[in-house]
Each structure stands twice: as structure tokens, then as C-alpha cells.
């Protein structure tokens, strides 16, 4: 990484209270948590669930039918897989050897923590919840299970591919990128009729945080950087502990 380090060099099984307080809080801070559960409850309050979605499902103004929405979700969760399988072979592992598979194995291990405690985490509340779906199949609706993969999966490579030197430019585009998977995947869900635009949002800014803290608490964190763009500096920030 930037700082000498490998990406799970910093490792821990027991982080302890005060980096698991310093994961959360940045994990809070992370516009891919605060955004979406803004978004859940700006549409909650505004009482708009219900005409965002009969609006999304009766026009698919993206996707074109409810049919190709729910096989656009899918495929969406494939890519997201592929996509975090992608950041742990590109997370900065030191020289190819033992040590290597140690810190792949690792850097693995806490992604996939997080991303089945995310899909949990969402199947607990869908059950306890028991939103009736916008379709009547069924009291599942809220949160969406496919956005909180999606999200879960995406967040977790951002945390790997975010350990690599980059241009601010590189970044931004890396990020968009990964942001992207979720949105498109919460915003198929609604024009499937299968979740309401709250229940995909609130999954969003749920898994994201979930990933977020699980890699930042137990792999840990990059450091901040300075790289130049040509002759222009540019901060790059890879908050560690």
C-alpha cells in the first residue's frame, strides 16, 4: 500500500473497542451508507414508496419490462461477485509466496464475513419487518435482498481497490464504477414491482456500512497519500489507524 503495509498486513481477529469504534465511524461516514439511508427516509416521510414505484413498474423506463428488471438483478449480482473477486487478487499483497496466500486468504475471509453478515442482516429484517412486497408476493419486501448483496459486495472490493495507488481520477472512476452495481441493481428491484425504492435504499446504506466496518475493523485501514496528477498534487485519502 502506500504506506509500505499489505492490504491485510494489519490483521486482527480481536480488533478491540477502539478500532471497531474508528471502523464505524468511518464506515458512517462513507457517502455509500449516509447517502442512500437519507434517500430511504426522505421518501419514507414524503409518503412517495408507493407512487415512485407503481410510476417505475408501469413505465421500466430503464429496463423495459418487470421480466428483464428481474434478470437485470441477477446478472447485477453476478457482476458484483465478479467485481470483489476482482479487488482481492488486485489488493496489495507484498512478494508472491507463502506470505502472499496468507494475506489473500485473509483479505478474502473478511469479505466474505461481511457480505454474509450483510445478506443476514437484511434476512433478519425481512422477517421481522414483513413489508408486504409492491407485487403481493409475499411480506419480504423490506430490505431488499438483492440490492444489500450487491451493496455488500461492492463496498468490500472498494475497501480492496482503495489500498492501491491511484490518480484522483482513477479513483473517482474505480468508485462511480462500483457504486453503480447497487444502484442499478436497487433500481431494477423497483421496476420489477419486487421492493419499494426505500426497502432497495435502506438495504444499500445497510450493507455498505456492514462491509465497510467488518474490513476496516478486523484487515484495517490504508494510509493517506499525496500523488501527483502531472504537475498537480493530488490527495488522495486512504484513512487508516
Known sequence: MADGRRRAE????????ARAGQAAKRALLRPEVWAP????????????????SA????????????????KASKKLISVSNAVYWASVAAAPSGPYGKVWY?????????????????????????????RPRPNGAGRSSFPSLHTAYAASQTMSAWTNFECLRMT????????????????ATAWARVEAKAHYPSDTLAAMALSSFLSSFVSEAFLGGPAVS???LGKTPALVWRAGF
Open 10 to 17: 494489519g490483521a486482527a481477529l480481536f480488533p478491540g473497542w
Open 37 to 52: 439511508a437519507a434517500g430511504a427516509l426522505a421518501i419514507g416521510a414524503a409518503g412517495a414508496d408507493k407512487r415512485i
Open 55 to 70: 410510476w417505475a413498474s408501469g413505465k421500466t423506463p430503464v429496463f423495459g419490462s418487470a421480466d428483464k428488471a428481474r
Open 102 to 130: 496468507y494475506d489473500k486468504a485473509k483479505t478474502a475471509a473478511a469479505g466474505v464475513a461481511a457480505n454474509t453478515a450483510a445478506f443476514q442482516a437484511a434476512l433478519s429484517l425481512q422477517k421481522i419487518v414483513g
Open 168 to 183: 484522483g481520477t482513477e479513483r473517482a472512476l474505480i468508485r462511480g464504477g462500483l457504486d453503480a452495481v447497487p444502484l
Open 226 to 228: 499525496v500523488e501527483a
